[in-house]
């Protein structure tokens, strides 16, 4: 519940934040940074923290998307090496994890071209509706 309020709340905190000229400078963004790595370690769901992170560090368009897939690519690359010491990586977890990659993958293509086509603001807007979402499915989460 804690994560999914302040999900919601960091929308309206960054838009007013923006309004005012503040910007998360590289110090909150390492801070940021420290907790979403602490949290998407624990949590499944915990990608739209970091869109909510990269747009508090004035990022929009095609630099989100790239830079939430380059991420993305190096935390799977941890976890797979700590499964991968930890001894419980199999046939079946590489394969299935193998055909969601392959779903996955040209989702960020499309998606790097749907943004080139469309406002920033607009784009913008989608993301907070993504973050606010996400936070709500944290709320519905944690009360069942």
Known sequence: MVIGTMLIASVPLRRLLKRHDIQVGNKGLAAGAVGWGLIVGGTSGSGVILLSLLLAAGMHGTA???????????????????????????????????????????????????????????????LDAVVILGGVVMWAGALR
């Open 64 to 126: 989100v998307i790239a830079t939430d897939a380059f991420i993305s690519i190096l935390m799977g690359a941890a976890k797979i090496a700590v499964f991968g010491v930890a001894g419980v990586i199999t046939t079946q977890v590489v394969a299935i994890a193998l055909m969601i990659g392959a779903i996955t993958l040209p989702g960020a293509f499309v998606a790097k071209l749907l943004v080139q086509r469309m406002p920033v603001h607009l784009h913008v807007a989608m």
